[in-house]
């Protein structure tokens, strides 16, 4: 399905663009990110979906997903264009941890990630996280919220998934542009003010 925004004219990039920043969307299996990536990009998002077989059920937790029958098994790729100058680039990554050479790999040249959270299923962030950490990569984590998914307050959600105290943490339903919208700002804001940070540290 293509996103709301693609058009003829939105498929090319204005010449006064000379910023792109590349930003992850990450989270496990299941949690959103090809909805999220798909419900923001300006053009048709790159998909690379597969249908679910018998034998991904034996190594993947499929446990509040049954009506789930694809899956990425590359990336998803959207784009969205900020201002005149600036550009996102957004990569969904696979959620299964079987691709985690491919976070690795996917960390390369980001600026940062938006991971993605189901309160259903809250532990199965700790891999996705400790990724972005290990490469040093600046994160924040929006629960995407399903239905039927039990609601926590914001403070029992920070202990369970241990986020340090700056490190932002919001609500979203992939589904809908707008709030996808407030997501992704949160984490650009808090990558701006890590590097005004970072910059006066080092003045």
């Known amino acids: 399905m293509g996103s709301a925004l693609a058009s003829d004219r939105a ?7 000379r910023v792109a920043a590349k930003i992850l969307v990450v989270g496990h299996f299941a949690v959103g990110k090809t909805t ?18 018998q034998a991904g059920a034996l190594v ?9 029958t694809t899956t990425t098994v590359a990336m998803d790729f959207g784009r969205l264009t900020l201002s005149e100058s600036l550009v996102l680039y957004l990569f969904g990554a696979p959620g299964q941890r079987r691709f985690t050479r491919l976070w690795r790999d996917m960390t390369h040249g980001a600026l940062g990630a938006l991971v993605l959270a189901d309160t259903r ?9 400790a990724v972005l950490e290990e490469h040093g990569l600046p994160y924040a984590v929006a629960v995407n919220h399903f239905q039927g998914a039990p609601r926590f307050a914001e403070s029992e ?3 369970a998934l241990d986020l340090l105290p700056e490190t932002p943490l919001v609500t979203c339903d ?3 542009r707008a709030s996808s919208t407030q997501a992704l700002i949160a984490l650009v804001q808090h990558l701006q003010s890590r590097q005004a940070r970072i910059s006066q540290e080092q003045a």
């Not at 299923?121 to 996280?129: A, C, I, Y």
């Open 157 to 159: 959600v920070r202990e």
């Open 121 to 129: 299923r809250l532990e199965q962030s700790f891999p996705v996280m």
């Open 36 to 53: 999220f990536v798909g419900s923001l990009s300006e053009i048709r998002p790159l998909r690379t979906e597969e249908t679910m077989t």
């Open 60 to 68: 993947d937790d499929l446990r509040g997903t049954e009506d789930k």
């Open 174 to 176: 992939a589904r809908d």
């Open 11 to 17: 498929v090319y990039l204005p010449g006064t663009v």
